[in-house]
Structure formats: C-alpha cells, structure tokens
C-alpha cells in the first residue's frame, strides 16, 4: 500500500468517528429535553404578587460539523464521433435559352443585276527616277558641248589681236526646254568691249541649241558659260 492509500484511509476513519460522536451527543441531547423544560416555582408570600419564575437551561452550543467528505469523481470526456458528410456538388441548372424575337419576313423583293462595272483604266507605272549621280554625268555632257560650240562660233576681233588683247568673258543666258536661246548678258567681263561683244554676237548666232534632257527636268535653265580669247592658241 502507497503511502497516499494510507493518508486515505486514516482521513477516512477519523471522519468515521468524528461522525459518530456527534450522532450519539445528538441523541443523548434529545433524550434528555423533557427534564429541561420549563417549571413554575411557587412565592409563599400572602402580600407579594405571584411571580413565576421559570428555570431556563442554556445548552452548550453544538460542536462544529465535521466537513463533509468530498470525493472527486473524475468524468471521462466523451468525444462525440464527427461524421463528415460527403459534400453533393449541386449541378447548376440550364440557363434558359433567351427568346430571340424574329422580325417579320418582308416579302422577297426582285433581284436586279447591276450592270458590269466598265474597266478599270491600266496602271501606268511611273519609270523609276534618276540616280544623282546620272543627273550630274549629263548635266556636265550637256554643258561641256554647248560651251564647245560657242567656241567654235566666236570670232576673235582683229583689233584685239593686234592690240594683244586677251581675257574671258562670262556670259549668262536662258535656254528653253526645246533648246532656245534668250536674255543674254554678259555677267563678268573680260575688261575689254571687243572681246564681250564677240561673246555676246557668239551666242546670239547660235539662237537655239539641243533640247534640255528629260532626265534634267527642266523647262527653263539658266546657264552662264565662259568663253576664252588667248592669243597664239589657235582658233579656241
């Protein structure tokens, strides 16, 4: 037996005696009650009024109840079983179709056949521009023979070859797309009027020239030439 069965038991039997005193003190008490109650006690004086005393026995106070015994009762918790239900998965219902209303069917009307439409007119593609460097190649031919001719139409004055005189003279003209000549000037002078004006009758015999190129893309040009008069260096 543990050490803590017999601290039980012990409690348990002075419990047990502590209880069963007060149960026999309770019993002698009540036994004893009708030789406690109250009696009268005769005055044999003829002159004094009667005085009844009563004999009044004051009993000791009860002992203190013992505490009662409480047992601890230890509950076992039941823990209830949880069931989990299966969850049911709803399945939605069909939305209902929408109601498409429907126009009335207009009477069918008769097909007329469009006449064919006319041709469309050909694409002329445009033929592709010139290269820079082809604009320069016949801008320089173009002016490198028109200066060659002005020399060979010019006439070197006799006054200035005997007077030894030499210079070039810059004239500036306007030549038209079909290659005629107008507006001439002389634009720097050679310092000398015999020689600008051989320049200027130079040109104006020429009157016209060859057309300007089509690749030049010109209708109007304004071109100013030099023409050199040296003496001993031949008809230049």
């Not at 207009?106 to 033929?127: R, T």
Request: overall charge positive; aromatic content about 8%; hydrophobic content about 40%.
């Amino acid at each position: 037996m543990t050490q803590k069965r017999i601290y039980s038991a012990l409690s348990f039997n002075r419990a047990f005696y502590f209880g069963l005193v007060v149960a026999i003190f309770i019993h002698v008490a009540v036994f004893l009650n009708p030789y406690f109650q109250k009696k009268e006690i005769p005055v044999n004086r003829p002159d004094s009024p009667v005085i009844h005393a009563e004999r009044v026995y004051i009993a000791p106070p009860p002992p203190p109840e013992a505490p009662p015994v409480v047992k601890k009762v230890v509950r076992a918790k039941i823990i209830p079983k949880v069931v989990e239900k299966p969850i049911e998965e709803k399945v939605p219902e069909p939305e209902p179709e929408p109601i498409v209303e429907t126009a009335p069917v207009a009477a069918a009307e008769p097909i007329v056949e469009a006449p064919p439409a006319p041709p469309a007119p050909p694409v002329v593609k445009e033929p592709p521009r010139p290269s820079a460097d082809s604009v320069k190649m016949v801008t320089r031919t173009y002016l490198r023979s028109l200066k060659k001719q002005l020399e060979q139409i010019k006439d070197y004055p006799a006054t200035a070859k005997r007077l030894k005189q030499e210079g070039i003279v810059r004239v500036r003209f306007t030549i038209l797309a079909d290659g005629k000549i107008e507006q001439v000037e002389v634009s720097e002078s050679s310092r000398y009027s015999s020689l600008d004006n051989s320049a200027m009758d130079a040109v104006a015999k020429m009157e016209k020239f060859h057309p300007i190129p089509k690749i030049l893309e010109k209708e109007r040009w304004r071109i100013e030439i030099p023409i050199q008069y040296k003496l001993n260096a031949g008809r230049s």
